[in-house]
Structures are given as structure tokens and as C-alpha cells.
């Protein structure tokens, strides 16, 4: 099975190597892209041994994503693993995820921080915690962690689907449009990184409101 791992990556020059090292031995491939960095993101990934594909302005962590997506369905492959290059997501869970789509064949596999809040921001714990817990009632269905970027996907299902967000949202989105598509969804347990250092992109409540804007959008459609 040839499985190619995405890695979104904004202004994370100090953390990217060390993800691209971590990850190498779990894929058949790993595909940085770089989301219009100025810090020599692009320059360390490249020299680390991923393929890079640079957006030469910040579009949103979703327009990332949609272009590793369009690269993974040009190039045959089968399985994508997303995981965020800023070190929070680690990479030793790819194998956990790969045991998980064998023995369930579910086309997303999110993993879930649902087990693991303890050392989250309070701020990310408490939108988490609203947008998982709407969802799941606007979906009649558990979501576990609606957030979550460390994934496991079917490359057969992003084709069944257009998918429209370019920032944040996008979690949510594909997991809205694979439960009304009727694909099949499970979710394991991972640990994340989380420390003052580490960079984020997320706006807080800002974001919140977005994904609950884009939750009753995409239920209605």
C-alpha cells in the first residue's frame, strides 16, 4: 500500500526536520506543503528529503491541504496520513492508524485528543469540546474530536466530494461530507505535544464561530 503523508507547514522552520525524520520511515512519501512561509521552511524540508510544494502567500491550512490532496490523487495513491509539521502531532502514531484502517477499512481515521486534555490550552479544549459536542448532535453520530489534523484518509473518498474550505474549517468539512456521503469514520487515541513555543495558527473564538458557521452551512446543503 503506498501512503503518502501531507504535511501542512507554516513558519515552522525549527520544528520541520524533525517531523520529516520522525515521519520518512512510516510512508512511501512525504509531501511538505509549504503555505507561504518566510523562514526557510521550504529550504529545510527539501534538504530533510520531503518533496515541497510552496504557495507563495498564506492561504489557510484547508488550501494546504486541498493541494496535497489534488498531488496524492494525481499520483495514485491510495492512503493519505496528515499530520501538522509544528511537533505537536507525533509521527509514531502513523503506525497505530495503519492497524486501525486494516482492521476497520474506514475511509477517516481522526485521531482523538478526547483522552488527552489535560495539558491542552483551555482555550482549544473548550472549542473542541463545543464544536465535537454539536457536531455529533447535528450529525446523530459521536464525533470524538472534530479538530483533530492527525488523520488517516482514503484517497478514494476525497473523490467523491469537492471540498470548499481554506482554513481551519476544512477538519470539519471533511468529516461532514463523509458521514452525509455515508463513508465510513473511526477515531484512535493519540497524545499531543502542546507547549508555549510551539506556533499555532488557530484564532481562538474566531475560529470557533467559523466551524459553527460552517457545521450548520454544510448540514443544510
Not at 507561504?36 to 492561504?59: F, M, Q, W, Y
Not at 484517497?155 to 463523509?178: C, G, P
Request: proline content about 2%; hydrophobic content about 40%; glycine content about 8%.
Amino acid at each position: 500500500m503506498r501512503l503518502l503523508a501531507v504535511i501542512p507547514a507554516y513558519q515552522v522552520v525549527s520544528y520541520i526536520k524533525g517531523v520529516i525524520d520522525a515521519t520518512k520511515d512510516h510512508v512511501s512519501e512525504i509531501l511538505v506543503v509549504d503555505d507561504g512561509s518566510t523562514d526557510g521552511t521550504s529550504d529545510v524540508a527539501k534538504a530533510a528529503g520531503a518533496n515541497v510544494i510552496r504557495h507563495e502567500l498564506n492561504r489557510g491550512k484547508g488550501a494546504a491541504l486541498k493541494t496535497g490532496f489534488a498531488y496524492a490523487i494525481e499520483q495514485d495513491y491510495e492512503v493519505i496520513i496528515t499530520l501538522d509539521g509544528d511537533g505537536q502531532h507525533d509521527p509514531k502514531y502513523i503506525s497505530d492508524f495503519l492497524t486501525a484502517f486494516m482492521n476497520t477499512r474506514a475511509d477517516l481515521i481522526v485521531g482523538s485528543r478526547a483522552g488527552d486534555k489535560a495539558d491542552m490550552p483551555w482555550q482549544r479544549r473548550c472549542s473542541n469540546y463545543l464544536t465535537s459536542h454539536i457536531l455529533s448532535a447535528l450529525l446523530h453520530r459521536r464525533i470524538e474530536d472534530s479538530q483533530s489534523g492527525y488523520r488517516l484518509i482514503n484517497v478514494a473518498m476525497l473523490k467523491k466530494f469537492e471540498l470548499k474550505s481554506d482554513r481551519y474549517q476544512m477538519e470539519t468539512e471533511i468529516i461532514i461530507k463523509a458521514v452525509r456521503a455515508g463513508f465510513k469514520i473511526a477515531f484512535i487515541p493519540i497524545k499531543v505535544l502542546y507547549g508555549e513555543n510551539f506556533p499555532t495558527g488557530i484564532h481562538g473564538w474566531a475560529d470557533t464561530f467559523r466551524w459553527i458557521k460552517l457545521m450548520l452551512k454544510g448540514l443544510r446543503g
